[in-house]
């Protein structure tokens, strides 16, 4: 069974720190990786889609690779700001199938 | 503009009450989902439909029931035989290469 684990759970950085979220997944056989923010009582956005071909994926000050025989993927945000204050969400969706399974989150601070 | 509309934002039951939530979607997409969130955990999948008129239970679908009659409509009914239905509910669809787009949610407690 698929599970993914994100660590750390929770993160506070100064404004302008770069930083790096980890997501591990068990089950190497994936379809695509996906990292998504969600600011507090709302809906999910997504940040970057990774296929399991690739090995990154950038969105202005976003990074996020994928190391699939590891079962690893990280999410780096350059020069970080006050508004990327949220949780951010690692998500795989198996080979073959319509599941998506979730991690847990990192919940991220960023001090102006 | 294209998205999914989740409605209402809260709801409020008591116990012994079924409820429905609302999951509207303008994207064209095929698949449709039901996730519940509740605090310090992953999104936990309730059900899915990947066409009109089909669905399949997800890992929690215990207490909870959905109908597809339309491709843009997935509601949710949280009844009376879910012990535990305070949490947060968020649908989401994608077109079938499941890139998903989430809606706002909705939040329902339990009096």
């Known amino acids: 069974k698929q599970e993914v684990t994100q660590i750390p759970a929770a993160l506070s950085v100064p404004e302008g720190e770069n930083l790096v979220l980890n997501c591990s997944f068990t089950d190497s056989a994936i379809y695509n990786l996906q990292w998504f923010r969600q600011d507090p009582g709302k809906g999910l956005t997504s940040l970057l889609l990774?296929?399991?071909?690739?090995r990154e994926q950038t969105s202005g000050r976003l990074n996020a690779s994928l190391d699939k025989s590891s079962g690893r993927s990280t999410l780096y945000i350059a020069a970080s700001q006050p508004g990327d204050s949220a949780t951010y969400l690692c998500a795989v969706v198996d080979t073959g199938g319509f599941k998506t399974i979730f991690g847990a989150g990192t919940r991220l601070f960023v001090k102006a | 503009d294209g998205g999914i509309t989740q409605s209402p934002k809260y709801l409020f039951r008591k116990e012994g009450q079924n409820v429905t939530l609302s999951c509207e979607q303008n994207l064209n997409h095929d698949a449709m989902y039901w996730y519940r969130q509740d605090p310090g955990q992953g999104l936990r999948l309730i059900y899915y439909s990947q066409i009109v008129n089909d669905f399949q239970k997800g890992d929690i679908a215990e207490g909870y029931s959905v109908s597809r009659e339309k491709k843009e409509s997935f509601p949710l009914t949280v009844t009376s035989a879910q012990k535990n239905p305070t949490a947060f509910y968020l649908c989401?669809?994608?077109?079938?290469?499941?890139?998903?787009?989430f809606g706002a949610g909705s939040r329902l407690t339990v009096l």
């Open positions: 989401a669809s994608s077109p079938g290469a499941n890139v998903l787009t």
């Open positions: 990774i296929q399991s071909s690739q």
